[in-house]
Structure formats: C-alpha cells, structure tokens
C-alpha cells in the first residue's frame, strides 16, 4: 500500500518567495494533518481537515501561511511570504474513520529559507 | 486538556540491554495511547497503540507497552535493544470526542557498543 506522498521532499528558497507543500494522502483516509517539526518547538499541529473540511486551523502560526485541500486526495500547505524561521520539516499524515485517532505520517517536506 | 509528558530527554542505553522509556499522559476519559519512532531524516512511524483490553501490547521491531491507568502511564519498552533502534521516540495519546492525537517532546535513544 502507498503511503502517505508529500512532496518536495526537500526545499530551499530565498525569504519572500512563495512555498507550495503537496499531500497525498492514504486512499480512504478521511482525516488530513499539517505537522511542522524544529528543534526548538518540536512537533506542532498546524491544521487538520475532515472530509475535506478544515476542522482546527488554531496551530496556524499566523496568515502567511494556508492549507487547502480541495479533495480527498490531494492537499497544499502554502507558505507566503517565507521567513527563514519557516525553516522545519513539515510532515502530512492521515488517519481513517474508525481507527480512533490511529494517524499514518509521510516522509516530510524538509524546507530551508534562507 | 489532554497532554502526555516524556520526562527523558535523552537515553542513552548499550546495545543487547533492555530499554524502558517513560510516558505519562494527562486526559479525564479513557485514552488511545500510540508510541511512534522517527529515525533520522524520516517520518514517524507507528509503533504500537492501545485502545482498549490487555494493557500489554505488542507492536512492531520487538517493542511492547503496559498501560497502567493508576500511574496514568503508558511505558516503551524492549528486552534488548540492537543498534538500529537509536531513534527518536514519541507517546501521543488521543480518546473518543477529539480527532487529533497530543504528542509528547520525545525521548531520543542513543544506543552504545
């Protein structure tokens, strides 16, 4: 079975230019997850969807950054304006109906702003 | 609010010894309990989980975790440890009402010859 696919996996970009995060996630997955991961803060919730719906964007950090997903297959997580402490690694995840909260993690998007 | 505490920053443990990492959790209802493992440069993946039932489950790569709901902890665990398991190790705990887990800070594990 695929997994969950994020890409880029890897990105660098100079501060203030557009960065575009892709998910796919597990077919038949209903749950979607933005996580950002640094040294200094650790791992972060930044927004989950169900259904394609945003449910819980309060980890957002501020409005520079949005995530969409305008399917069951396919989200973005959009970073506009990048700042160099926007540099993580972002990872997607999913999660099924009836797992109970069971979440499945992609490999990460690891950005650098410089 | 839910919340789960890993009081070991760091472990450091030699190789063929066990291995127990601490995971203390913080909700009013029954929890789900996940230990995930992210090696360097990798995501996290699941490791084991617990829902209901025996409170000693078994997970993947020889690891196991007891629940206690006295103690309110939910402990890593392996008889012995082999060289590839140095990672980094995080208890998440989740429950019925709310669809995203809470994650601990992690506990990295170094593993010497």
């Known amino acids: 079975d695929a997994g969950v696919i994020q890409s880029p996996r890897h990105e660098v970009t100079e501060m203030g230019q557009e960065v575009t995060l892709r998910c796919k996630p597990i077919?038949?997955?209903?749950?979607l997850f933005w996580y950002r991961q640094t040294m200094m803060r650790g791992l972060e919730l930044l927004i989950y969807f169900n259904n394609n719906v945003p449910i819980d964007d309060s980890g957002m950090p501020e409005d520079r950054f949005s995530a969409k997903m305008p399917n069951a297959s396919f989200s973005t997580l959009k970073i506009q304006p990048s700042e160099p402490r926007d540099s993580a690694v972002y990872f997607c995840a999913s999660s099924p109906t009836g797992e109970r909260n069971t979440i499945y993690f992609g490999e990460g998007s690891w950005l650098t702003v410089v | 609010a839910q919340s789960v505490t890993q009081p070991d920053i760091h472990i450091t443990v030699s190789e063929g010894a066990s291995l127990e990492l601490r995971c203390n959790y913080s909700y009013g209802a029954t929890p789900y309990l996940f230990w995930y493992v992210q090696s360097p440069g990798q995501g996290l993946q699941l490791l084991l989980k617990y829902f209901s039932g025996d409170t000693l489950v078994q997970g993947i790569k020889g690891f196991e975790a007891e629940f206690k709901r006295s103690q309110s902890s939910f402990n890593l665990r392996k008889p012995s440890v082999h060289w590839s398991d140095a990672a980094e190790y995080f208890c998440?705990?989740?429950?019925?009402?709310?669809?995203?887990?809470?994650f601990g800070t992690g506990t990295r594990l170094l593993v010497s010859p």
């Open positions: 998440a705990v989740g429950g019925t009402g709310f669809q995203k887990l809470v």
């Open positions: 077919s038949g997955h209903n749950s």
